[in-house]
């Protein structure tokens, strides 16, 4: 070996121990993203109620308490909204009836279509506890990666509210701690079947649904938590919004403050924390996602990305909601619970867990 070579050599061993302990290139940052949808919650009650994995979240995020005047206050009518980014002016859907179908979401797909045709990579779940969620979920090509729904057993029955949210926040759990799901939805609609049929004489019922939901909104966020302390490079989002609010004596439908009433929450990198902001709307859930998970969205949404300020006024007034406190006092914990699973389908006054037309 000549002298020219030698030396080559030996400053090879010599770099070889630094090259070696050079740290490896860090993961590249993944965005994720939780949407919790409560059904028929007005945020006046969740401030009167035990719930303070909600309080938390609205602590640690930015929280949004707005109208969504004059948009149609029916659920299958707010949620293809927070589902698609368009107002019921656009989609057409303007009931829980035979508006009701598939057919608007040709022209105005699903967050879970927009993120499956540009990002077919990602993984998106929707489960939620009403049917008609997951039918909006398996519209569009292609469709939602997995849809499940909680309110019918396998048999096809019924199952109370109580025990299809439980079971679908189960769900999403699973979907966060095994599979760090990239886009997950959940319905959670136990709050509104209360409101529909106790809240006008027992107001204590409405805020005790509100509580045990937030329980299991605790649970999704406690699983959020650990999965994003174990994997460093997951950046994770949770939304938290509801459809429509409910009149102090039970049910929605109409224009007045209480039932317009409508509340996001959005908790994440990019979102100041303890911060009001009444310009995100429930139009702006889909625009967020997108912008979250790196699709471009469409231009003919309606909203747009909370991340630049969402669609709304953001000094726009708080509705006026006080709480309602006349009726029966007193918990109605475990009695709203025990009434609803006595009955096989959970009938109290006009809820149904096969699909009022009051949701």
């Known amino acids: 070996m000549s002298r020219t070579h030698r030396i080559l050599a030996a400053a090879v061993l010599a770099a070889a121990p630094l090259a070696a302990a050079a740290p490896a290139p860090a993961a590249p940052v993944v965005n994720k993203v939780v949407v919790i949808g409560i059904d028929g919650t007005l945020w006046s009650e969740v401030s009167a109620a035990d719930a303070p994995n909600l309080d938390r979240l609205a602590a640690e995020g930015t929280l949004a308490r707005t109208s969504i005047a004059p948009h149609t206050t029916m659920s299958c009518v707010s949620w293809a909204t927070a589902l698609t980014g368009v107002w019921d002016t656009k989609h057409g859907i303007q009931d829980n009836g035979s508006t009701c179908n598939a057919g608007p979401f040709a022209q105005y797909p699903t967050v879970f279509t927009q993120v499956e045709r540009e990002r077919p990579a990602l993984s998106t779940a929707s489960i939620g506890t009403w049917d008609t969620i997951g039918m909006i979920a398996r519209t569009g090509s292609p469709q939602a990666d997995r849809v499940t729904v909680t309110q019918l057993d396998p048999t096809g029955a019924g199952v109370c509210e109580t025990t299809a949210d439980d079971n679908a926040?189960?769900?999403?759990?699973?979907?966060?701690?095994?599979?760090?799901?990239?886009?997950?939805?959940?319905?959670?609609?136990?709050?509104?079947?209360?409101?529909?049929?106790?809240?006008?004489?027992?107001?204590?019922?409405?805020?005790?649904?509100?509580?045990?939901?937030?329980?299991?909104?605790?649970?999704?966020?406690?699983?959020?938590?650990?999965?994003?302390?174990?994997?460093?490079?997951?950046?994770?989002?949770?939304?938290?919004?509801?459809?429509?609010?409910?009149?102090?004596?039970?049910?929605?439908?109409?224009?007045?403050?209480?039932?317009?009433?409508?509340?996001?929450?959005?908790?994440?990198?990019?979102?100041?924390?303890?911060?009001?902001?009444?310009?995100?709307?429930?139009?702006?859930?889909?625009?967020?996602?997108?912008?979250?998970?790196?699709?471009?969205?469409?231009?003919?949404?309606?909203?747009?990305?909370?991340?630049?300020?969402?669609?709304?006024?953001?000094?726009?007034?708080?509705?006026?909601?006080?709480?309602?406190?006349?009726?029966?006092?007193?918990?109605?914990?475990?009695?709203?619970?025990?009434?609803?699973?006595?009955?096989?389908?959970?009938?109290?006054?006009?809820?149904?867990?096969?699909?009022?037309?009051?949701?």
Request: aromatic share 4%.
């Open 169 to 359: 926040a189960a769900g999403v759990v699973s979907a966060i701690t095994e599979d760090g799901t990239d886009l997950l939805f959940t319905h959670l609609d136990q709050v509104d079947i209360v409101g529909h049929t106790l809240r006008g004489v027992w107001p204590q019922a409405y805020r005790d649904a509100i509580g045990r939901v937030d329980g299991l909104v605790g649970k999704i966020t406690a699983a959020v938590d650990a999965r994003a302390a174990a994997h460093s490079n997951e950046r994770w989002t949770i939304l938290v919004t509801t459809d429509h609010g409910h009149k102090p004596d039970g049910g929605h439908g109409g224009q007045s403050a209480y039932e317009t009433a409508s509340f996001v929450i959005a908790r994440g990198a990019g979102f100041a924390a303890g911060a009001q902001n009444n310009g995100y709307t429930l139009a702006d859930v889909t625009p967020t996602v997108l912008d979250l998970l790196d699709v471009a969205a469409p231009a003919n949404l309606d909203g747009e990305s909370m991340l630049a300020g969402g669609s709304g006024n953001p000094a726009a007034p708080v509705p006026h909601t006080p709480p309602v406190d006349s009726g029966i006092t007193g918990s109605s914990s475990g009695s709203a619970q025990a009434a609803m699973v006595a009955n096989p389908l959970c009938l109290l006054g006009s809820g149904s867990a096969s699909g009022s037309s009051d949701r």
